[in-house]
C-alpha cells in the first residue's frame, strides 16, 4: 500500500470526486495520467484510483490556463507554483508570485512589439495569456493595439 494512502486513507479522493471538484472529465485525468504521469494515483489493491486532496486546486488552476488558450502540453505537468506564474494568480498565502515581465502598460507594449519583431511567439503568447489572466478582457484591447500596430510596420 502507499505510504500517503496509508497516513491519509480518509482524505483521498476517487477519480469521480477530483473530476466534479476540478470540471475535468474522468477520461482527461485518466489521459493525463497515462500521458504525462500527472495526476498521480495512488492505486488501491483493486486497481482503482485515489487522489491526494492537494490536486484539486492544482488542476483547477490547469483547468483555468486551458480555458485561456494554454495548450495542454505546456500546463498540466506544471506544479502549482509553475501555473501561478504563468498565469500571474495569487498563491494561497496570499502572497504575490514575483513577474520577471514589467507591469506598466507601455512596458508590456514594448515588450510584446519586441517579441512579434523577433518572432518569438512562444513568449509573446504566454505573456499575453499571462496578462489576459490579471485583466480580463481589457487586455484584448492591448494585444489589438500591438498586433495592429506592428502589421502597420510590415
Known amino acids: 500500500m502507499n505510504e500517503a494512502m496509508k497516513q491519509q486513507p480518509g482524505n483521498l479522493l476517487t477519480i469521480g470526486e477530483l473530476s466534479k471538484r476540478t470540471g475535468i472529465s474522468t477520461h482527461t485525468l485518466r489521459m493525463w495520467e497515462k500521458r ?4 498521480q494515483a495512488i492505486r488501491l489493491p483493486s486497481g482503482h484510483r485515489r487522489y491526494l486532496p492537494e ?3 492544482r488542476l483547477q488552476v490547469v483547468a483555468k490556463a486551458l ?3 494554454f495548450r495542454a502540453s505546456k500546463v498540466v505537468g506544471g506544479t502549482q507554483g509553475e501555473l501561478y506564474r504563468l498565469l500571474g494568480l495569487e498563491t494561497s498565502d496570499s502572497s504575490r508570485v514575483p513577474s520577471p515581465i514589467p ?3 507601455s512596458s508590456i507594449l514594448n515588450q510584446w512589439v519586441d517579441w512579434i519583431t523577433e518572432y518569438d511567439e512562444e513568449s509573446f ?4 495569456h499571462r496578462q489576459w489572466g490579471q485583466r480580463g478582457l481589457e487586455i484584448s484591447y492591448i494585444h489589438k493595439m500591438v498586433t495592429d500596430t506592428k502589421l502597420g510596420y510590415l
Not at 125 to 128: F, R
Request: proline share 6%; hydrophobic share 20%.
Open 36 to 39: 504525462y504521469e500527472t495526476p
Open 103 to 105: 507591469t506598466d502598460d
Open 55 to 57: 490536486e484539486v486546486e
Open 67 to 69: 480555458k485561456l488558450g
Open 125 to 128: 503568447e504566454s505573456e499575453m
